[in-house]
């Protein structure tokens, strides 16, 4: 997972696993650095690199900080592409704003992973926001984060942010406070990864939404949501939640850095029923700046699934527990031979 290949452009491409395939370059002879992650078996998707920033590994995961060609700056966790320069906006905005604009007065927010630091800079957007607590087990991810992607230096110096290191279950579970809103910012579950327990139906059940204030909202990322690609862990991640909360709205967008579509959900006891106007308007309202990819009418198209997304989610048994679990294609770093 996530190679990194030479290319001479004249049929070869070879990385530390030997000879890839063949390359039938139309321009000439071209030496170039190329980046590939294995999506799926029999599928990989590669571009260019610039050059290779950092690649390193935490105790929990291997990191790396690649300058493509076509994305710019991009963060690579466990093999797997976690935010690239030029669309990671699409896929904050879409974790973030949804959530906090379908609560009537969010104060006290609570990040579940989040240590790039993005998901923080759009939470601390919104006006009512007074606190956001931004928990990560990983201390060498946030502080490389810290370091590197001067795009959050505003709001990793932001005082409401308070950066606690530690397991999300854990922390919630030893605090006291509550929240109005919880975010799920966490990894992708992949097998021996560091984060598939939380996305079990005993974790939403026991420990977040006890954390949660009346008329809480929580959300998650929930892993590729494609025509193919949304039976991996979206449709169980939703019927997981259904279990669990009143009201579960999913929403997918594409990010072209990813491959493919992606996939949120978001879930409260309390109606998630805002139109396009009134998200308008609350967005008008409450949040510093323009949003570069979600307004109203975005998020109206973002929760209208496919057919065959929408048939998929409404037959869907399976419920995510520990011992039933379900994975992207993949494998974490305590799992790899």
Known sequence: ????????????????????????????????????????????????????????????????????????????????????????????????????????????????????????????????????????????????????????????????????????????????????????????????????????KSFYEFTVKPKMKQGGVFVTQAGPAGIFSHTEVFSCIYNTLRQVFKYVVPYSAHIPSYADIWGWVMASDSPINLSAEDLDLRMKQRIKGENRYLDGKTFSSASTLSKTVRNSLHSETHVYTEGAERFIYGHGKHNQA
């Open 1 to 200: 997972m996530g190679d990194i290949a030479f290319s001479n452009g004249n049929g070869i491409t070879a990385n530390g696993n030997g000879v890839n395939g063949k390359n039938h370059s139309l321009n000439g002879y071209r030496k170039s650095c190329w980046y590939e992650e294995e999506i799926e078996e029999n599928l990989r998707w590669c571009f260019a690199l610039k050059s290779i920033l950092y690649t390193g590994a935490s105790q929990y995961q291997d990191i790396a900080l690649l300058d493509t060609k076509p994305f710019g700056k991009a963060l690579v966790i466990d093999g797997k592409l976690q935010s690239a320069e030029i669309d990671e906006f699409i896929y904050h905005e879409c974790l973030v704003h949804p959530a906090l604009l379908h609560h009537p007065n969010p104060k006290n927010i609570f990040i579940m992973g989040g240590g790039e630091g993005s998901t923080a800079r759009e939470l601390l957007r919104h006006k009512t926001v007074d606190k956001v607590v931004m928990c990560d087990i990983d201390e060498e991810v946030v502080e490389f984060c810290k370091s590197h992607l001067l795009v959050n230096k505003e709001a990793f110096h932001d005082p409401r942010l308070e950066i606690i290191i530690n397991d999300a279950r854990a922390e919630l579970e030893a605090s006291k406070e509550s929240y109005d809103v919880i975010v799920g910012d966490l990894a992708d579950p992949i097998e021996g990864g560091p984060c598939y327990k939380l996305y079990t």
